[in-house]
């Protein structure tokens, strides 16, 4: 098509020229790439490349192109490969006229469809054009490497990315199109700048009397940006990998293989790496903004139960991820976790990531004391006596904050593990925190406690990535931490975000602390109490796609003289379902999660009484047990004549039986069945 310009007035009664006229009133926007149209324009021709994902505006941009082309008395020609046949010769039949002017101007739209003309292109057909001719290709994919390969296209080639409109640009828009003031959030929260989302949102608000500032977009409006922005995909397969991708933060091709194991997961990362709405970082992939809310939009629709399947596998998955990763690989990990639960209206919002990528986490070394110990001091000078001793004592209990841009350090964290009172007394504030476990519950022995420490740059407190990347590790180490008794977080009472930590289900247990003139919260959970996984079901509760978690009741906490008391009451019970309800250790970490903890319990000393039958040299201890316990003997006194024992041999094989199996449950409760 050979585009003309359209003088102001000559568009009355003509439908061409009303399009034009409405389609230049709507444009917005883009004055990098029209400068960059310009300055070729101007400067001797050339080739710009412009790709960009569908409904960007690719399409939008080259009719402005071909308008002020014409305004500069250009020769110019617009093609759409969706119109043309992808054949050498079909191409040379539209473009002959241009073949021999230096002003003429060739728009190709929708290169996609002819992608298979690249390598001509470059190489047979744009060498033959005249020197001022300008060709401008607008495409989805990327322009191929070798272009950049070739250093005789190096000088001649532009390759412009068109991205989402700026948000004032996306405003504009929304204006341009009529929509009323209050309808621009939910719209720019749903497209952010895309201008085909923008545009489909603006079309059915205007014309939706009843919409308002919680508009949503309508399935019809969901299904017409699927076709336009995702189109065809290969398969089932590839279908479910885009839906994943969606909900992710992240995705990659661990991910796509917990998802989706009957998959080619790598198959299935490569297709994904290559599609134009897919962008890439070091945590993986993730899809447009607007891709990402449609495609999630249609599968909550569409299949639900396949959308909460999904959701359940990536939760499990990051759950293991977050305590299995190599530590640089945790904190993306915490992240995506949270981010699997945005939107749910609760505060705060832990997933945010925005501005994540202005600070970077890195591990302590030596050299990093000195601005360590000044940020300590600007935070509170009373502080840095407790870092100095710290760094000294546990330097691998830090992490550190930086400024991606230059480095700066501007915040830090520790995670000071202790399961000795003596190395607490030279921190008032770790002194408190132990003084305050101990009169709550103790530690028993095995158990450690942590107390987690933070000193942020005051101009990051708050809501901040800095704060954002030292809460992910504490979860992290929350989640990570074994045979952890006790954890406590030193809180300036000062912080703004000070009653944030009680969303954590972290609990003032009464005594703060002070640190020169600063007093400190210490909010603090017993994980006796409410296991790892109990806290983080507890943290991010199942949404309307999960089935709901049954909140289990907080676990008791025993010291190893209840414990064995607990057994031999147990023992002495074992028939009676009423007392063995009673009994603390069917609140006990041992028993935790059993639908049934009193047949658990009766069970559990069952088999410790079998075992014990196993063990060649602890025969008489079982046998002992047995009699007493399995086989009902009305006495201790029956239990002895029966055995052929005197009471006084009896009693010392019972004991000793009860306390070997008080040992091995009792190590079970410290440590797991493993």
Request: glycine residues 8%; contains cysteine; charged residues 25%.
């Amino acid at each position: 098509m050979v585009y003309k310009l359209v003088e102001e007035g000559q568009h009355v009664g003509r439908l061409e020229g009303h399009l034009q006229a409405a389609r230049q009133h709507t444009f917005v926007g883009r004055k990098e790439e029209l400068a960059a149209f310009d300055e070729a324009l101007w400067s001797g021709g050339g080739v710009l490349f412009v790709h960009g994902p569908g409904g960007v505006g690719k399409s939008a941009l080259l009719r402005r192109f071909a308008q002020r082309a014409a305004e500069a008395d250009r020769n110019v020609l617009m093609l759409d490969g969706r119109m043309l046949e992808g054949s050498h010769a079909a191409f040379m039949a539209e473009t002959r006229s241009m073949l021999a002017d230096e002003r003429a101007v060739l728009l190709i739209d929708s290169f996609e469809r002819i992608h298979g003309l690249e390598s001509w292109l470059r190489e047979r057909f744009l060498p033959t054009l005249p020197v001022g001719a300008l060709v401008v290709v607008a495409g989805r994919i990327p322009p191929d490497m070798m272009w950049q390969a070739d250093p005789g296209w190096a000088d001649m080639l532009q390759v412009i990315a068109l991205g989402d409109l700026k948000p004032v640009d996306a405003a504009a828009l929304l204006d341009s199109r009529g929509v009323a003031g209050e309808m621009h959030d939910p719209l720019l929260a749903f497209a952010g700048g895309h201008p085909l989302a923008l545009s489909l949102g603006a079309a059915v608000a205007i014309n939706d009397s009843a919409a308002d500032s919680r508009w949503t977009p309508t399935r019809d409006m969901v299904a017409t940006l699927l076709d336009q922005l995702v189109g065809e995909v290969p398969s089932p397969a590839h279908r479910h990998a885009l839906e994943v991708c969606a909900h992710t933060y992240m995705s990659t091709e661990d991910v796509l293989r917990a998802v989706l194991p009957d998959e080619d997961a790598a198959a299935l990362f490569s297709w994904l790496r290559r599609l134009p709405f897919v962008d890439s970082s070091p945590f993986g992939l993730y899809p447009q903004d607007v891709v990402r809310e449609i495609l999630e939009a249609d599968l909550r629709w569409r299949d639900p139960h396949g959308y909460a399947d999904m959701h359940r596998r990536i939760k499990a998955h990051l759950t293991q991820q977050i305590r299995a990763a190599e530590d640089a690989d945790v904190l993306g990990a915490v992240g995506s976790l949270f981010y699997l639960h945005r939107g749910e209206g609760r505060t705060p919002e832990p997933h945010v990531w925005d501005g994540v990528g202005e600070v970077y986490e890195d591990v302590f070394r030596p050299e990093d004391a000195e601005d360590l110990l000044r940020l300590a001091t600007e935070w509170d000078t009373g502080t840095v006596a407790a870092v100095s001793h710290w760094t000294a004592r546990q330097p691998q209990a830090f992490r550190l904050y930086r400024r991606s841009a230059n480095g700066e350090l501007v915040g830090a964290c520790a995670w000071l593990r202790l399961d000795s009172e003596a190395e607490a007394q030279a921190d008032p504030v770790v002194a408190t925190a132990w003084a305050n476990a101990r009169a709550n519950a103790p530690l028993r022995l095995g158990e450690h406690l942590a107390v987690y420490r933070s000193w942020v740059r005051k101009c990051h407190w708050g809501a901040s990535p800095v704060m954002n990347l030292v809460q992910w590790r504490a979860v992290a180490w929350f989640l990570r931490s074994e045979r952890m008794a006790w954890s406590f977080m030193a809180v300036r009472s000062d912080d703004p975000l000070s009653g944030r930590y009680e969303y954590y289900n972290m609990h003032d247990l009464g005594d703060h602390a002070w640190e020169g003139d600063v007093e400190y919260l210490l909010p603090a959970r017993d994980w006796r109490a409410v296991p790892a996984q109990v806290w983080l079901d507890r943290l991010l509760p199942a949404g309307a796609q999960e089935t709901p978690v049954k909140h289990e009741p907080e676990l008791v906490v025993l010291s190893q003289e209840e414990f064995t008391n607990a057994i031999r009451k147990a023992l002495r019970h074992l028939s009676k379902c009423r007392e063995l309800a009673a009994n603390p250790l069917t609140r006990s970490r041992l028993l935790a999660g059993r639908s049934d903890p009193v047949k658990a319990l009766r069970e559990l000393l069952e088999e410790g009484i079998r075992d014990l039958g196993r063990d060649p040299q602890a025969g008489k201890l079982h046998r002992a047990l047995d009699i007493t316990y399995l086989r009902g003997a009305p006495t201790q006194e029956a239990a002895a004549e029966r055995l052929g024992l005197s009471f006084t041999t009896y009693r010392r094989h019972l004991i000793a039986g009860i306390e070997r199996i008080s040992e091995d449950l009792w190590r079970r409760e410290l440590y797991g069945s493993n």
